[in-house]
């Protein structure tokens, strides 16, 4: 047994330290790429991961002229972390003070940064002195990780770690609401260099993974995957830091089988988790959202069964009719049959659909609407013969002002040019409570409320009790009877001024 | 809740003192100086790029002024935290970012614990009884970004009402809502100053500012006006700041002319 760990230990134990750099690495990298992603910061980040150069070797500089260290690991570390810093404070101080905009200026400096640091290693004088392996820092490479760096990126991790739990409520609350912060005492400025400074400390660990160049990958990939996943920042959180581990361990793991580059492969597994996200999330997913569109009935074809059933000899009529009445593809019809009956609109009994008393309600708004159009469009220079199919495009635009508008306009219609009778809206009428007089058919009874002005003011009171009589004159004269007995006759805009609560229909 | 200064005068609510604010070379506030008292219902207007926003922004301690000072109850803004609360522009908010109705409520209790404490169950129980007030609690688990103009809008009075602060700002709230949604936000914004709080919004609507506020705020860089809105809804005034656009101004003179 113990041969056997000693065995496992001599041919794979040089995978130990990288494997738990890597996850402590992807962990604090995914954790801080949130707060990076949600505040749009991702340029940000890679401009602090190509200013380290130059951070780097001024450490190295420092520790070795000052105290005769060479390649001290914390010297470097402090050194690029001050650099990132220094980067984002530029950045800043341009946006501020001149017309510069922050993606220039992002530009601007941290190539100008990451040139001052290559320029400086090229220099054959600090060339001498430095021994940075510049490919390394491009690329990463995480199996050369020594055990005191190990120890180092441990201690960086759980800073960085314990800072964001911490600072959670602040990081959210700067994140979403600058203002609001500003106003309970929130040093928003100062939280924000506080996550500038993780953001380096991160970078610099990053840097061990994938280098410079891919460094901002492990930072923004997880925690973009993780916001298509969730509705709430402490989940986010999670999923990111858990989705890092995995593609940092599978990454590594295809790495170590094809002897590849470990950066590279990690990021390429990160981005193929991303593209997974994107494709198959359950609410932001494009699958998702595909679905979704497909599923919906248009209000159009839920309506058109609406009719058909309501045009049916006996009010009732079977699937496989609708189905033949309407021309519009069988599995939409068939959704819309289904929503309906889920809204109450429509009983579906043994393949036989009947409307309920609110689909009845629902489907006479519709033929008041497709009615009122028809008698519009006769009025207009719309071939007759195009009149019905016209009315059946329109009838679905009805916007309850609109509907109206047409209902004044054509002076209240009893019947559509074909003589049939145009509904009026009863379940409106009761519930509103106070509605136009002349909206009302023979035989509602009413009690005044209000009396509008108009030209020829009614003989009557608010209070009065009347009942509807006959219209005359091709419907433009509205018969009313009084309480009294006196029967009035009013005109369209007599009608219009006198609004009424119906008492009850019969 | 009216308080006495140690000279015994009663202090204002919100107190602006010669302030003036830039960006760059052109100060966006330029000598301000007005006192609002305690328990009233403010309204600023103004054109557009007028200031509005930055005047409420120095109210809340956002800027930094070049010049002046805000003072709420007679302490200098910067120090302090809480008695302001605010309700943004509704484009002024992320709305896809990932945080509930709830959450954004239970922010307006953030004030009342330290950065490193978590909420309380009671502070919960306040988001959720503010939730109620604006009919909102159905949506409590809802994504922010899931929600229609109007209830968007009602979320972040809930917050504002969570905060229990004495002030209150609010940042175009009326724009791009439905009637009806107005209507309800008004109400809440009475029965506030009712509770003797004081409301300050910002407003585009001159046709409305009259039956809406006690005051009005006329700012155009400079204050151009404040005062009760007979008084600042003249056309002389008005013709001043808003130059050009006469149209509003001949339908206000019509009204005055009515009353």
């Known amino acids: 047994?113990?041969?056997?760990?000693?065995?496992?230990?001599?041919?794979?134990?040089?995978?130990?330290?990288?494997?738990?750099?890597?996850?402590?690495?992807?962990?604090?990298?995914?954790?801080?790429?949130?707060?990076?992603?949600?505040?749009?910061?991702?340029?940000?980040?890679?401009?602090?991961?190509?200013?380290?150069?130059?951070?780097?070797?001024?450490?190295?500089?420092?520790?070795?002229?000052?105290?005769?260290?060479?390649?001290?690991l914390g010297g470097m570390l402090i050194g690029a972390t001050l650099a990132g810093i220094l980067t984002v404070a530029m950045v800043g101080l341009v946006t501020r003070f001149s017309r510069i905009k922050q993606d220039t200026a992002i530009g601007i400096m941290y190539t100008g940064i990451f040139a001052m640091g290559s320029f400086l290693l090229s220099l054959d004088y600090i060339g001498g002195?430095?021994?940075?392996?510049?490919?390394?820092?491009?690329?990463?490479?995480?199996?050369?990780?020594?055990?005191?760096?190990?120890?180092?990126?441990?201690?960086?991790?759980?800073?960085?770690?314990?800072?964001?739990?911490?600072?959670?409520?602040?990081?959210?609350l700067t994140s979403f609401d600058p203002i609001m912060a500003a106003s309970i005492g929130i040093p928003v400025l100062a939280v924000e260099y506080l996550l500038t400074a993780c953001t380096s400390l991160v970078v610099v660990s990053g840097v061990q993974i994938a280098g410079v160049i891919l460094v901002v990958a492990l930072i923004i990939t997880p925690a973009a995957s993780a916001y298509l996943l969730t509705d709430r920042l402490d989940r986010m959180i999670v999923t990111s830091a858990i989705l890092g581990v995995i593609g940092f361990w599978i990454g590594f793991l295809i790495a170590n089988l094809t002897g590849s580059a470990a950066g590279a492969s990690v990021v390429i597994t990160m981005t193929a988790i991303f593209f997974l996200c994107l494709v198959l999330a359950p609410r932001y997913g494009l699958l998702a959202d595909w679905i979704r569109k497909r599923n919906t009935v248009p209000q159009e074809i839920m309506e058109d069964v609406l009719g058909s059933v309501m045009r049916s000899p006996d009010d009732s009529i079977t699937v496989e009719e609708v189905l033949g009445y309407i021309k519009k593809p069988n599995m939409k019809i068939r959704k819309s049959i289904d929503m309906l009956e889920r809204q109450g609109l429509l009983d579906v009994d043994h393949g036989k659909l009947k409307l309920t008393k609110d689909g009845l309600f629902e489907a006479k708004r519709l033929v008041r609407a497709h009615r009122l159009w028809e008698t519009y469009l006769d009025q207009t220079s719309v071939p007759k013969e195009e009149i019905h199919s016209r009315a059946h495009q329109l009838e679905h635009l009805q916007d309850q002002s609109m509907v109206d508008y047409l209902d004044d306009k054509l002076g209240h219609p009893i019947t559509d040019p074909h003589g049939s009778p145009i509904p009026i809206d009863e379940k409106r009428i009761s519930r509103d409570g106070k509605v136009l007089l002349s909206w009302l058919r023979e035989g509602y009874r009413a009690r005044i409320v209000e009396q509008r002005p108009c030209e020829n003011p009614v003989n009557i009171r608010v209070g009065d009790i009347v009942s509807m009589g006959e219209r005359s004159k091709d419907g433009a004269i509205w018969t009313v009877i009084t309480a009294s007995g006196t029967q009035l006759e009013l005109d369209h805009d007599q009608a219009d001024s006198l609004l009424v609560a119906v008492e009850q229909p019969e | 809740m009216s308080q006495i200064n140690q000279s015994g005068r009663k202090t204002s609510a919100i107190e602006v003192e010669d302030l003036t604010v830039s960006y760059g070379p052109v100060p966006a506030l330029l000598d301000i100086s007005l006192a609002i008292e305690e328990g009233k219902l403010v309204g600023i207007i103004g054109p557009n790029g007028s200031g509005k926003s930055t005047l409420m922004k120095s109210m809340l301690g956002?800027?930094?002024?070049?010049?002046g000072a805000v003072r709420i109850f007679g302490t200098d803004v910067s120090n302090v935290k809480g008695r302001v609360a605010y309700v943004p522009q509704r484009g002024a908010v992320d709305w896809d970012f990932p945080i509930t109705v709830r959450e954004v409520a239970a922010m307006g209790r953030y004030s009342y614990r330290r950065w490193w404490q978590d909420l309380t169950a009671k502070d919960y129980k306040l988001a959720d009884d503010a939730l109620e007030k604006v009919r909102?609690?159905?949506?409590?688990?809802?994504?922010?970004?899931?929600l229609s103009g109007g209830q968007q809008q009602r979320v972040f009075m809930a917050r504002a009402l969570a905060q229990d602060a004495d002030i209150l700002l609010l940042d175009e709230p009326f724009a791009g809502v439905d009637a009806a949604t107005e209507r309800a936000i008004l109400d809440v914004l009475e029965d506030?100053?009712?509770?003797?709080?004081?409301?300050?919004?910002?407003?585009?609507?001159?046709?409305?500012?009259?039956?809406?506020?006690?005051?009005?705020?006329?700012?155009?860089?400079?204050?151009?006006?404040?005062?009760?809105?007979?008084?600042?809804?003249?056309?002389?005034l008005l013709g001043d700041v808003y130059e050009g656009t006469l149209r509003v101004f001949a339908e206000l003179e019509k009204q005055g002319a009515e009353d």
């Open chain 1, 1 to 72: 047994m113990y041969e056997a760990l000693t065995q496992f230990q001599l041919e794979y134990g040089y995978l130990i330290n990288p494997l738990i750099v890597g996850t402590l690495v992807s962990i604090v990298c995914s954790v801080v790429g949130c707060f990076i992603v949600l505040r749009g910061m991702s340029f940000l980040a890679d401009a602090i991961a190509h200013s380290m150069l130059a951070g780097v070797i001024a450490g190295y500089l420092f520790m070795k002229v000052i105290f005769g260290q060479e390649s001290h």
């Open chain 1, 129 to 172: 002195i430095v021994q940075i392996d510049i490919y390394h820092f491009i690329v990463g490479d995480v199996i050369a990780v020594t055990t005191g760096e190990l120890w180092l990126l441990a201690i960086v991790t759980s800073i960085v770690l314990s800072v964001v739990i911490l600072f959670y409520r602040p990081l959210q």
């Open chain 2, 62 to 67: 956002f800027v930094k002024p070049d010049v």
């Open chain 2, 136 to 146: 909102m609690s159905d949506y409590r688990g809802r994504q922010i970004g899931q």
């Open chain 2, 192 to 236: 506030l100053k009712n509770d003797g709080k004081t409301v300050v919004v910002v407003h585009h609507d001159l046709a409305t500012a009259a039956e809406y506020f006690d005051l009005l705020i006329l700012l155009k860089q400079r204050l151009f006006g404040f005062g009760p809105p007979k008084m600042i809804l003249n056309p002389k």
